[in-house]
Structures are given as structure tokens and as C-alpha cells.
């Protein structure tokens, strides 16, 4: 998967990831794989709440919030994210240099 | 009269506020702490528009923050996410009568305008008002935004309200718009409710 897409959330607080294709995130496998490395998750069904440096929400569509408004540790989060998970699924994950942009839709 | 608003942080719960407190009302803040389904800043926001207002109206307007999110977490793991705005608003009104009866309180209020967002269709009002006894009193229901945001620029709210923040992230893809007490009951009645109020108002925090 490709996270092509990371801007400000609609509030302006935290940045979304929107990963293209679209994909079905198996939240049990990623919250097991985040765990087995220590990172604390809380399990709302519909999706994981990750405390990594910053909290970071994951969604069943592949959907990524991060709770910063600094693109750079946005970007920062994401890549570590999708390291973690991509060790344990063999998914590959990249964000395009620049992708992240602030403006707010 | 004495009146539990419920706050949220946004742009129309102060000036529903503003509007009970320039009638003469006594009015105690509640604030449903939604994190982690949010960030800090609704609880900031909602700390920043009472420090306004208690000084514009010099009242004390105590704030009664009560932990959501556990109650939110609950919602989502055990009932039908398309009706989840509509749980999540009965559970809120649920601990702010509670609140209310506590303080001795007459009636609830909200900010809460018809048709704005999904938990605020006429059928859904409903679905989430029949959890409680207290009248509610909505003073912005006639209102269209630009109006509320008039006012809230006139009395100071709007750029506090307009902040940065994390939009509510339980709120799902496609919420109902068209619930029905009946639907509702049957998705709640796995849950202790009671217990699950109870523990949200005991570890309520006044500030």
C-alpha cells in the first residue's frame, strides 16, 4: 500500500493518512503486531488507538489519524508505523518525499 | 433557574450559553471528556469560553468534567456503530441529569441546532432525550450557523471554538439519521447502564 495522501483532518488537529489503493486493515493482526512491540493499544473494535510518540488511530479502511500538527513528526510517525506493520504483514508502505503537506481541506 | 449546559468546546454551546446567561440563569458546565476518541482541546476550549463568560457575566459557572471516552470505547465494542451518535448523546444526557439532580438543577441545555449535523435529525433528538427526565432546553434551535457564528464572534467564542483540534473519531462512516427508540433500547440493553453512569459521575472532576 501507498499512503499517497496525508493531510490535516477536517479540525485541523492531527494528520490523516489515506492509503491508495484502498485497503481492509486487519486490525487484529496490526494490534498484536504493535503490541508484541511494547506499544500500548486500546481496541475499540472499529479500529486501534496506538500510543506511539504521538496517539495515532487506525481504521479498518486503512485510515491513519495522527494526533500532531507537525507534518514532520506526522511523517515521521507514519513511516515508523508502517514499518512495524509491514515487518509482520510483508506489506510494503511508503510515503512519497512531500506528501505531507499542511493544508487544511 | 439553575441549568446543566453541556459543552462541548465547539462554536454553539457557548453561545447557547451566553444566551441562558444574559436571561439570568444559573448555569453549571458539564464537559463529556471524549478523549482518546479526541485530543486535549475540547476540554481547552471549553476551559477557555468559561473564563469568558463567568467574567462577562460574573458568575461562577462551575465546570463538571466527566470521563467519556471509557463510556465511548464501551459503545463501540458492544452495539450497532451506525446508530453510535445516538447512544453516545443518551449516555451524555444520562450524566449530566445525573449532574443535574446533584446540583439541584431544573433543566439541561445544549447547543444543539435541528438538522446540523446527524445526531441533531428530529428522529434522533428524540432517541437521545427519552434516556432522561430533566426538560431540555435548546435556545439555538431556530438559529441557522451564520447566525450562531455572528453571535459568537460578537462575544468572543468564535476564535476559541475555531482552534485547531481532533474531530470526534467514534463518529461513524455513515451514522443513522433515522433512529428509533425501539432500535435503540434493543442495542442498549446488553449494557448495565446505570452501572456505566454511575462510574462515569464518580470520578467526575470539578473545575
Given amino acids: 500500500m501507498t499512503y499517497s495522501t496525508v493531510r490535516l483532518c477536517s479540525g485541523g488537529g492531527s494528520f490523516e493518512a489515506i492509503p491508495s489503493p484502498k485497503l481492509a486493515l486487519d486490525l487484529r493482526r496490526a494490534r498484536e503486531a504493535l503490541e508484541t512491540a511494547g506499544v500500548g493499544v486500546i481496541d475499540a473494535r472499529v479500529m486501534l488507538i496506538a500510543r506511539l510518540e504521538k496517539e495515532v488511530t487506525l481504521a479498518r479502511d486503512g485510515r491513519i489519524l495522527i494526533k500532531t500538527t507537525d507534518p514532520v513528526v506526522a511523517e515521521r510517525i507514519l513511516r515508523d508505523l508502517c514499518s512495524r506493520l509491514s515487518l509482520d504483514y510483508g506489506v510494503a508502505a511508503t510515503v512519497p518525499p512531500g506528501a505531507v503537506s499542511s493544508g487544511k481541506r | ?207
Avoid at chain 2, 87 to 103: H, L, P, Q, V
Avoid at chain 2, 117 to 144: E, F, H, K, Y
Avoid at chain 2, 156 to 168: D, E, K
Fill in chain 2, 1 to 207: 433557574m439553575k441549568g446543566v449546559m453541556l459543552m462541548s468546546g465547539g462554536i454553539d454551546s457557548p453561545v447557547s450559553l451566553y444566551y441562558l446567561l444574559r436571561q439570568g440563569h444559573e448555569m453549571i458546565g458539564v464537559h463529556m471528556d471524549n478523549r482518546p476518541f479526541t485530543d486535549d482541546s475540547p476540554l481547552e476550549k471549553v476551559v477557555d469560553h468559561l473564563v469568558l463568560l463567568r467574567e462577562r457575566f460574573h458568575q461562577p459557572i462551575p465546570l463538571y468534567v466527566l470521563p467519556h471516552g471509557p463510556t465511548q470505547l464501551t459503545l463501540m465494542r458492544s452495539t450497532d456503530r451506525h446508530v453510535g451518535c445516538v447512544m453516545c448523546r443518551r449516555f451524555m444526557w444520562r450524566s449530566a441529569a445525573r449532574i443535574g439532580e446533584r446540583e439541584g438543577a431544573r433543566f439541561l441545555a445544549t447547543g444543539e441546532a435541528l438538522g446540523q449535523v446527524a445526531s441533531q435529525t428530529l428522529a434522533n433528538m428524540r432517541s437521545a432525550t427519552v434516556a432522561v427526565d430533566l426538560p431540555i432546553v435548546r435556545p439555538l434551535v431556530g438559529l441557522d450557523k451564520q447566525e450562531i457564528e455572528r453571535v459568537a464572534k460578537e462575544i468572543g467564542t468564535y476564535g476559541i471554538s475555531t482552534r485547531p483540534g481532533v474531530c470526534c473519531q467514534a463518529v461513524p462512516d455513515k451514522p443513522a439519521t433515522r433512529s428509533t427508540i425501539l432500535q435503540i433500547q434493543a442495542e442498549e440493553s446488553p449494557l448495565d447502564v446505570e452501572a456505566i453512569v454511575d462510574d462515569v459521575v464518580r470520578r467526575a472532576v470539578v473545575m
